[in-house]
């Protein structure tokens, strides 16, 4: 009997093989683990599902393994017959390759639509889907993946029809999804939300329409994309900004005479590029194609702009290469040149990391949406006198609310924290030689 | 001086660097050629696969005519002229190189003679004999090519220790030959040798010549090169060399005993080294990868996005039609079309006696990696025509994939092998299956003919062998 990757938890669709504990031949009894599996989660075993042989062993160490692909095979004393016992949940099917069980994704009912999301072509032999070149180059130029086309021709070959059925298909399922809008569908797709909002409010009273600006609608794209595909979570926390705003009034005239501003902003970029550098991870970025994370060598802050227009974010460059009179001098830069929308398309662009501060506007907490690609960005309210208790004694202090916003697919809590934790040992540990104009 | 100004610049005219040169021009670009030396071609036209062929062809002839006496047809013996051969070999030389040098004038491509250096992602130094001058160009595509690998402890500056471009020139037919290296390069140079009459020994430090090939296809190359030539030692390994008087004095190791030996000739043939040295990449953001290659992505581009590099500077298997395929991918991708060098199926052939010949996948590869297949092997004794060319000695299979019958390689050792692997590089490129190849009717009485019998094999039904379906399974 085969025995196929089960269902691990909810949303894990897929994990590595770290270690194979049997090897071909060797006797397994039932729920023995015979494979440790690293998912997003965690690292896990796999149990036997039947007591038997090992007669094959499919997968590598090393190998990356989807749920309902076979993993070993068990020749039971019985004979072959039996099938995965219910100690694994595993989806045992047919012995085919176009059997991956299917995925979440339930549509129509339509079973024919559901093979087709479902098939993937697989070569034991790690061949790549048989195509003759002329047909191949047609799919690379169209951006089709070929795994995805079932071939009808011997040895499953995908012919120039298999290929334009194949998209005819798509195209097919494109309007066939558009069409039970008006049933209610119960997860709206980006199509389905444009149709929602051709809703007319003047039924209800007058209404007044205006443009969405280029601005406005690059913001909107970005943040829908951000929200929908980054699994985010909101860190809080508080940093004690009592010494640092004293700091600044000794040195706000001095900074003021060299043309700069020193703000709290200044503070936290400095700050906020130390803890990168202690946390890469936090600097990073996923790259979906090759399931890698992208760690920077350069630390490129955005600042989030309130302007007339909207919301811009220029970017400085090397900020943990420069001190608080250049960075100062340069937020107060880039700031203008936003308002006064002079700013270079190039100054928006490279950030790894983003500060969104609404302190001098007045906001307490609140969460800030992710700057994807970035995988966090830190939300900055406004510093408020608050009763702390110090040594047994309660002291008035000024406390500066933070929110760490962050990609849980790179970041794990454990890490969020202490990479918060940083910021604010950052904050609260400004001295006067770190702000004095050298 | 003003810098010359185009839109590709191609630096190095090999295979790689004049099908890339020509097919930019042929597609509209403004193209400029740099090569340094004066006749175009690279190592493959002057000191590689072009000069290689025409001596394994010359000598061939020698052998033929010995062999041709036991079939009734005897010959005198042989007069060697070398002078005539060297210039029979070196006027097709010059005809391919004039014949290059002419489809580049005709389409248009500029041709700088010089070293080229990078300044700059963008600019190129070409240092001519009428003095500097330098190239702006928009994109540059790097085909600079390899060298034959000269170990320094070798290296003794004696013209006796050879690489592969010098025994190309065959000054001489030395008495005692010594081949180090017993790869594609040391046995194709010493089948010429020991037919041209030296005594030829090969040295090899692994326990097999020509690693990396299915044992079964080297067997009959092993078989045949035991006769021709004096010796092959494996498992053997070069400690010194020392010029002794006009010989060269050759310390080795076989298992733990040491010999000296005493060689006319000794010929290097240990490998080949990229040709990167002194081209200004420091300059540019071109990156190595651990071997020493240029990293490239499958566009052929470089970690520079202004500079592409195809061919035997950028790694792989160093062959050149696989140089003139990314050559085509190189343009595509600068041009900004789809193409990638992935699952592009690359021929290999040696040109021992017999030829081997595979594509796709192979046997050992298939082990190393454990992938199912199942081979399907056709012996050339058992085909009418090899009887007839006196060449039984050979063998064609095909590896396939058991649930789909898809033939995922090919394989041929035996006379001619390298023309017969077209039609494998087809098969697999297409993915043919098995039934497919049995189902297309050869010509008879042909050589060609041996990878349908193959395929039969596989189902259990050819005609001119006997085989149980399942004697052929691996």
Redesign the interface.
Known sequence: MDVRLPQLAEGVESGTVVNILVSEGQEIQKDQAFMELETQKAVGSIPSPASGTVSKIHVKEGMEVSVGQVLISISTEKGSTTTASSAVTATVQPKSQEAPPPRQRQETGDGDLRMMADYRYESQAGAPPPAAPSVRKIARELGIDLTRVKGSEAGGRIALGDLRAYIQRLQQIAFEQRAPIAKGPATPTPAETRQAEAVDFSQWGPVRREKMSALRRTVSRRMVESWTTIPKINQFDEADITSLLALRKMHASAYGKKGAHLTLTSFLLKAVAAALQKHPRANASVDETTHEIVFKDYFHIGVAVDTEAGLIVPVIRDVDKRNLLQLSQELHELTEKSRQRKISLEELQGGSFTISNQGSIGGSHFTPIIYAPQVAILGVGQGQAKPVVIEGKVVVRTLLPLCLAYDHRVLDGADAVRFMKDIIAGIESFSDRDVKIK | MEPIKTEILVLGAGPGGYTAAFYAADRGQKVTLVEQNPRLGGICLNTGCIPSKALLHATEMLREAKESAKRGIAFGEAKIDLDKLRAWKDSILEKLGQGIKGLAQKRGVQIIHGRGHFEASQTLRVETAQGQKFVNYEKAIIAVGSKPAMPSAFDLGNKRIMTSTEALEIRDIPMDLLIVGGGYIGMELGTVYATLGSNVVVLEALPTILTGIDPDLVRPVSRAAQKAFKEIRVDTKVLKMATAGRQIKVTMQIDKEQREELYDRVLVSVGRVPNYTDLGLEGTGVTKDEKGFIKTNPQQQTDDRHIYAIGDVSGGVLLAHRAAKQARIAVESILG????F??IVIPAVVYTDPEVAWCG?TETE?KQ?????KVAKFLWGASGRALTLDRPDGLTKLII?P????V?GVGVVGAGASELISEGVLAV?????A??IADSVHPHPTLSETLMEAAEVFYGTATNTLTRKDSSQH
């Open positions: 079309e789809a193409s990638a992935e699952n996948l298939a990696k454990g992938i199912e297949i994939e649930e789909t019958e898809r995922l490129e297409m993915a043919a299956t039934r497919d």
